[in-house]
């Protein structure tokens, strides 16, 4: 498993399976993507030094919707069918359903492009839930690019540090503005206060 999260060797370790390296990468992806625990960064980075970024990236991409795809499947008929679960066992699975097919869209992306967010967890939620699966895979390929891009890049310029160093800088400069973006606290949660009316007499 130390090779794993080795960019250098895991690209040197697709390198040998020659012509079946991409077709590699996208069955190792698929499972990582079904396990939805282990960090798919490394691999990106692989990819991306073995086949290039662009090319790179479209076979992470491959990789990372397939192996969603097959998840949500597993997730579907092993616990909505397996043990039973309806549609509207939790309040949250019955605000999902309520809403329009759009807004239901709208939401799967939100998650997808929400930095830190499990990929799992989004899986979950669709398949135990009345999305459909159109939907969901549609929103998973255009939420998961923008992270792909940023895990692509980062991957080849660690391995490539001393060409990129300026870039990988710039690439992590930005992934924590969005982090930040994102989980940055409420202030209205800290500041809002509420006021108390003075009681009025009889």
Known sequence: MDLW??????????????????????????????????PSVFLSGANAVVFGPVVGFFVSLAGEVLGTALAFWLYRLGVRKGLRWKEDRFRWQRALNRLPRHR??????????????????????????????VDFLVT???????????????GHDLVYFRENKGRLAITLVLLLLMAALFWRPRKDACEHKQVRKPSTPD
């Not at 239901?104 to 699966?133: E, I, N």
């Open 5 to 38: 999260w080795n960019v250098d060797a895991l690209a040197a370790t697709l390198r040998d399976y020659g012509m079946w390296a991409a077709l590699v990468s996208i069955l190792l992806n698929v499972l990582v993507s079904v396990l939805g625990v282990v």
């Open 104 to 133: 239901q869209a709208l939401v799967l992306l939100f998650a997808r492009l929400t930095p830190m967010m499990p990929s799992g967890v989004v899986t979950f939620a669709a398949a135990v839930s009345g999305v459909r699966f």
């Open 140 to 154: 998973s390929a255009v939420g998961k690019a923008p992270s792909l891009i940023l895990e692509t890049m980062i």
